[in-house]
């Protein structure tokens, strides 16, 4: 199974720190962030990687090179100046990715989620990760029923974790360029065809300056 990652993003809430640097690039605890990721990734056994980027990407491509480093081989999708969203990210990197499904994990969190587990599970257009609500977003995104199946009418909501399977034929409707994802794991909720399932281990959104520094802290006392 392939994996992607998701670079592209700008980092608006990093500046100053992402005007030179993309947002993967910062350091922590020696490393990039997008390296922990790697090595995650490749220890769950997703050696074959596809990166995009936009703002600042030339300086991934050279700083990871093709993975080989990491024990990865990695490949890139580049958006230009402008990211695509998520959904046209992905859909601009789908000639990469294959026709099976693949794993999509966004490149500014952090989780000691265990990835080796998603190889097991069974997918008809999507399945998602989803995590205890964190400050920053009280309200969640979906929920689950009693049969695993994501749904948005249940009371207990959790938010979207940012790791996902999807087959490619989620996105097979939609035309390349600039999409959001949301829309589409909506309408594949509709037609229940996405499960999901709840994780309450360590989660970050390394959304900020002060949650880098929180990550930084916590895998140097690790």
């Known amino acids: 199974m392939k994996a992607m990652i998701l670079a592209a993003g700008r ?3 990093m500046r ?8 993967p690039l910062l350091p922590v605890a020696g490393k990039p962030l997008i390296e922990h990721t790697i090595i995650q990734l490749v220890s769950a056994g997703f050696t074959d990687i596809v990166i995009n980027h936009a703002h600042l990407g030339q300086q991934i491509e ?3 090179s ?3 480093h990491l024990a990865a081989n990695i490949s890139y999708s580049p958006e230009g100046s402008q990211a695509l969203e998520t959904a046209g990210g992905i859909i601009n990197a789908l000639p990469l990715l294959g026709k099976d499904v693949f794993l999509v994990v966004n490149g500014d969190i952090a989780t000691d989620f265990p990835f080796a587990e998603l190889k097991k599970i069974s997918v008809d257009l999507a399945h998602i990760v989803l995590i205890d609500n964190p400050p920053h977003h009280t ?3 979906f929920a689950l029923d009693n049969a695993g199946n994501v749904t948005e009418n249940e009371n207990q909501r959790y938010t979207f974790s940012g790791i996902g399977l999807y087959h490619p034929d ?8 600039k999409s959001k994802l949301a829309p589409l794991l909506r309408e594949a909720i509709t037609a229940k065809k996405i499960t999901g399932q709840h994780y309450s281990g360590f989660w970050m959104d390394i959304g900020t300056p002060e949650r880098l520094q929180e990550l930084d802290d916590r895998l140097r006392k690790a």
Do not use: A, I, S, V
């Not at 989620?170 to 360029?177: I, S």
């Open 11 to 13: 980092g608006e809430r």
């Open 16 to 23: 100053p720190l992402t005007d030179h640097t993309p947002k």
């Open 62 to 64: 050279d700083k990871l």
């Open 66 to 68: 093709n993975g080989h």
């Open 139 to 141: 309200q969640g995104d």
């Open 170 to 177: 989620l996105f097979g409707k939609t035309p390349p360029g």
